[in-house]
């Protein structure tokens, strides 16, 4: 079976590969955490993973991912609403990429949107804006029929 | 030879169809209801154990059922954490500091409350289909 981590790594490398998201979102992609000190990123975390089983082996993953843009404002720079609007054009019915799979389909199911506020200092604002997206994928076969003759 | 149509019970058929909305409304309520009374204990169970350092409004003391007005034919239920940082724990962030000024990093998402609903909702809907399929209904696509 192939590994499941490509289809994260499939939908971290779209995303990045994107020049509008880049130019909004400069400091990057990443999975789960970023390293400390950016400001304007994107963030991409598995939420809950579903396989359907059949009797020859696993037919369908069902991925959610919560992908959300994170932006600190105290510099006054925007972007967020048009980067969670970028990020939803490239996931929304759009395929994703990965080794040893074939994409179903992807679409959003909720929206996420936030405002962290620094409990120390209260200029400090995070925005976060995204949404839930659900990516389905499935092996690509390994075996193929043959016929005896 | 003559042909005879007649209508046997008609009258009684359609009063049970009018009557069925009403009692099936009765019964999912009570699927829906256990279904987000499920969430909200797996929810709580999942949450970190509070500590003594832990103050206000803890994840677990958080979670809350809230049943959803869907009108006269419709049931609903809303599972909810009302903790001011739950939507932070569930969904990370991006930069913290402590009171001392100290920069302790962004915290990843954790995702506890929705992987878990996501998951009760789907055998939910297994429950209410087969409500629906003891009643006559063919259910399809689950």
Redesign the interface.
Known sequence: MPDSSAIDAGLVALLQADAQLASLMPDGVYM???P?GLQRYV?V????A?DRATFEGRAIEDC?Y?V?A?M?TTSGATGIKEAAARIDALLEDRPVVADGYHWMGGYREER?R?V?I????ST?R?Q?RGG?YRVQMTPTPTSTLTTKG | MAFVYQTLGLPEFLRELRALPAALTAEAGTIVADSAETVAAQARAAYPTPTAASRGVTLRDGVKVEVVDAGPLGVASRVRNTAPHA??YE?????????Q?W?R?????H?VL??IA??ERRTMYRTLADLLEQRGATVAGL
Not at chain 1, 45 to 48: D, G, H, M, Q, Y
């Open positions: 789960d955490i970023a400390p963030i975390s598995l939420v809950i579903e959610l919560l959300k994170v600190l996420v936030y962290e620094d409990e120390t200092d400090i995070w976060h839930r | 939507r932070m969904y990370g962030t991006a930069g913290r500091r402590t009171s000024g920069n990093g962004a915290a990843p998402a995702h929705v992987p996501v998951r």
